[in-house]
T-cell receptor, first 112, second 116 residues
Framework: GQSLEQPSEVTAVEGAIVQINCTYQ??????LSWYQQHDGGAPTFLSY????GLEETGRFSSFLSRSDSYGYLLLQELQMKDSASYFC?????????????FGRGTSLIVHP | DAGVTQSPTHLIKTRGQHVTLRCSPI?????VSWYQQVLGQGPQFIFQ???????GRGNFPDRFSARQFPNYSSELNVNALLLGDSALYLC???????????????FGAGSRLTVL
């Protein structure tokens, strides 16, 4: 089976840098994804790490270390609009089926 | 180009009733997945369909069923509704086959079901 652990809440101020961690237990997976969801909205894709290392997309970066069963999302130059829930998700290797697993999400609160 | 569209957006049912939720994927996407999201938690996988065949099923009772039509739209059916079925039901479409590449999910806005 698979399980992912994320902090339930993170707070930061505008302009700061924040890191949201994701630790996982899974027997094997294709990659680690991150999604953002604003209150009342749909989750939207942010990034995907197929390989170990850092992926950068504008103000957002994501990191994966398979040996440490660990990943994180890094948000730089925080803006008020970044206040949202952030979910990590894995795509496990499971025969021919595909059963993606999402973490419980981290609520990011950005203060002025 | 329209994104993933879901209907209805909100609905209220009573225990024991049946509900059908509908989803139209992004044009060109052949894979549709359904998720249940309870307030304060992450989306929980219910079903995935690719090319009209079920390719994955999450840990949900048989009261939950789904199908995909030739135009790749999909329906999620829930029978004998329970209070605990109250949730946001999300549909997501993706381009590739399950297990290929990043398989980025594009979610619809969801159908919020309240069971009284």
């Amino acid at each position: 089976g698979q399980s992912l652990e994320q902090p339930s809440e993170v707070t930061a101020v505008e302009g700061a840098i924040v890191q949201i961690n994701c630790t996982y237990q899974t027997s094997g997976f294709y990659g680690l994804s991150w999604y953002q969801q604003h209150d009342g909205g749909a989750p939207t894709f942010l990034s995907y790490n197929a390989l170990d290392g850092l992926e950068e997309t504008g103000r957002f970066s994501s990191f994966l270390s398979r040996s440490d069963s660990y990943g994180y999302l890094l948000l730089q130059e925080l803006q008020m609009k970044d206040s949202a829930s952030y979910f990590c998700a894995v795509r496990p290797r499971s025969g021919g089926s595909y059963i993606p697993t999402f973490g419980r999400g981290t609520s990011l609160i950005v203060h002025p | 180009d329209a994104g993933v569209t879901q209907s209805p957006t909100h609905l209220i049912k009573t225990r024991g009733q049946h509900v059908t939720l509908r989803c139209s994927p992004i044009s060109g996407h052949k894979s549709v997945s359904w998720y249940q999201q309870v307030l304060g938690q992450g989306p929980q996988f219910i079903f995935q369909y690719y090319e009209k065949e079920e390719r994955g099923r999450g840990n949900f009772p048989d009261r939950f069923s789904a199908r995909q039509f030739p135009n790749y739209s999909s329906e999620l059916n829930v029978n004998a509704l329970l209070l605990g079925d109250s949730a946001l039901y999300l549909c997501a479409s993706s381009f590739g086959q399950p297990g290929s590449g990043a398989n980025v999910l594009t979610f619809g806005a969801g159908s919020r079901l309240t069971v009284l």
